[in-house]
């Protein structure tokens, strides 16, 4: 096989998976935002939820939220739900970063970051684990 054909093979998926890409992102802005609605479980009774004010992050950005408080399946403990109100200026990332504290402040009384004295010093290469890190708890299954 020559030089070209070579190429051919590789550029080819690549370009076909730049255009897909492509695609999926004109789709995605043409689709209105749909207001998710994310839920996590704590374990602690409902009672003791509705008898004091949530803690953590999630006080602070309340007002532009709708919270409902709801029993787990099979007496685990209760769901916190959260649903973004139309008018509001908080993103989905502020909402989860809150939920993951808030379940840990109820759960455990502490959250724990991984935001502690780096052990080697910045560099391109492990700059990309220094995003995930910092960008973490807003993302993934909560």
Known sequence: ?????KLLLTAAPIAAGA????AVKRRRARRPAARRRHVVTVFKPRFELESTQLP????EIADQLE??????PGGRGTEIAVRIRDN???????VRRALRETQSLIETGDVLLPSGPPTTRPTLLNRPLQMATQHGREGGLL
């Open 19 to 22: 255009a897909a890409a492509v």
């Open 67 to 72: 919270i409902t408080l709801a029993e787990a």
């Open 88 to 94: 509001a200026t908080v993103t989905d990332g502020h």
């Open 1 to 5: 096989m020559n030089r070209t054909g």
């Open 56 to 59: 953590g992050s999630l006080s």
